[in-house]
T-cell receptor
Framework: AQTVTQSQPEMSVQEAETVTLSCTYDTSESDYYLFWYKQPPSRQMILVIR??????QNATENRFSVNFQKAAKSFSLKISDSQLGDAAMYFCSYFGNEKLTFGTGTRLTIIP | GAVVSQHPSRVICKSGTSVKIECRSL??????MFWYRQFPKQSLMLMATSNEGSKATYEQGVEKDKFLINHASLTLSTLTVTSAHPEDSSFYIC??????????????FGDGTRLSIL
């Protein structure tokens, strides 16, 4: 079974600074997809960024980028120029075998 | 963008009541919908995968007789919590994936239903 591990239950960052959230996963599959979702206090799940495992190039979406290390099974999220609206729970997730598996989440606090 | 509507957003009811939650994809067809449960300060746990026109696939440990899932059309899946008890109180979230079989299509989530059983 696939597992997703987020080793940082909580993180905080000063507004306008950069923060990196860690994620590792375990799988025996070669074809899969990785996602980061954001869950603000409203509890709505919002897609932040996605990465196809067959692509070597790291995905970027405006201030959000990932560092995908396939051999190490690592998929970290970097948030640049942090904003107050970035405060939320962030879930790393793995899609394979027709299922989306979530990590335990990292609560990100933005310090004004 | 793709929109998934989940209704109701909040339910409070007495123990023993059955509660139905609807999940609709508003602007796309979803052959597959997913139902998750989320306890406070925890992650989302997949309960079942709902396939249009066929029986749902339940995850290990999820009682299929307790959590009835029906996926009658390409835009609607329902979860019925039968004879709900306080331990069923939780946040339930549905998601839908576009009919395109490409795995990189993300799941689009409903806003969730907070279920409280008294």
């Amino acid at each position: 079974a696939q597992t997703v591990t987020q080793s940082q239950p909580e993180m905080s960052v000063q507004e306008a600074e950069t923060v990196t959230l860690s994620c590792t996963y375990d799988t025996s599959e070669s074809d899969y997809y990785l996602f980061w979702y954001k869950q603000p206090p409203s509890r709505q799940m919002i897609l932040v960024i996605r990465q196809e495992a067959y692509k070597q190039q790291n995905a970027t979406e405006n201030r959000f980028s990932v560092n995908f290390q396939k051999a190490a099974k690592s998929f970290s999220l970097k948030i640049s120029d942090s904003q107050l609206g970035d405060a939320a729970m962030y879930f790393c997730s793995y899609f394979g075998n027709e299922k989306l598996t979530f990590g335990t989440g990292t609560r990100l606090t933005i310090i004004p | 963008g793709a929109v998934v509507s989940q209704h109701p957003s909040r339910v409070i009811c007495k123990s023993g009541t059955s509660v139905k939650i609807e999940c609709r994809s508003l602007d796309f067809q979803a052959t597959t919908m997913f139902w998750y449960r989320q306890f406070p300060k925890q992650s989302l746990m997949l309960m079942a995968t709902s396939n249009e026109g066929s029986k749902a696939t339940y995850e290990q440990g999820v009682e299929k007789d307790k959590f009835l899932i029906n996926h009658a059309s390409l835009t609607l899946s329902t979860l019925t919590v039968t004879s709900a008890h306080p331990e069923d109180s939780s946040f339930y979230i549905c998601s839908a994936r576009m009919e395109d079989r490409s795995k990189n299509q993300p799941q689009h989530f409903g806003d969730g239903t907070r279920l409280s059983i008294l």
